[in-house]
């Protein structure tokens, strides 16, 4: 079957939007999408800006992003000024172990809000309860998902 540049485009972006929905940044996650369904090793800066209909300052400021996220990373050419941007092996295993710090801050705002709010019998309360107690078993059950994960990945 012939690849589907047009699908594939609407893929990207839908995809894209997705992540952005939960608070990734716009041109890194177009830019990690692209990256992710392209049929090459990787893609230089200039390549990604003329797919994505972009700046080359869009493309900077997403790929340093993404490399400080440790996403992706910048593989030098020899011969060439141009380096070309590639997925790291474990790139949803690297995001998702980077972002946990994130579910014990929500936690620990939670029972902030929680605390302030201070009535015991408050439906707020009991939602704040709520919210800070789910971030809580995310942030302590996510270790053991990514190294069950890892073992799935590799065949374990």
Same mark, same amino acid.
Request: aromatic share 8%; glycine share 6%; charged share 25%.
């Given at each position: ?43 230089? @800066?200039?390549?990604? $800006?003329?797919?994505?209909?972009? !700046? &080359? %300052?869009?493309?900077?400021? /997403? ?40 579910? @014990?801050?929500?936690? $620990?705002?939670?029972?902030?809000? !929680? &605390? %302030?709010?201070?009535?015991? /019998? ?35």
């Amino acid at each position: 079957m012939a690849r589907d540049e047009d699908a594939l485009r609407t893929a990207v972006e839908q995809s894209a939007a997705v992540l952005i929905a939960a608070g990734f940044p716009k041109m890194p996650a177009r830019v990690l999408m692209t990256l992710l369904v392209s049929d090459d090793d990787g893609l230089t @800066a200039s390549e990604l $800006a003329e797919t994505l209909g972009v !700046s &080359a %300052a869009a493309i900077s400021g /997403a790929v340093r992003y993404l490399q400080t996220f440790g996403a992706i990373r910048r593989i030098a050419r020899s011969g060439s000024r141009r380096d070309r941007y590639e997925l790291v092996e474990d790139t949803w295993y690297t995001a998702s172990l980077k972002t946990s710090p994130m579910y @014990a801050r929500l936690a $620990a705002l939670a029972e902030n809000a !929680s &605390a %302030a709010i201070g009535e015991p /019998a408050s439906a707020a309360k009991a939602r704040v309860d709520e919210m800070a107690r789910f971030y809580r078993f995310l942030d302590a059950r996510l270790p053991e998902l990514m190294a069950e994960w890892e073992e799935q990945r590799l065949g374990r």
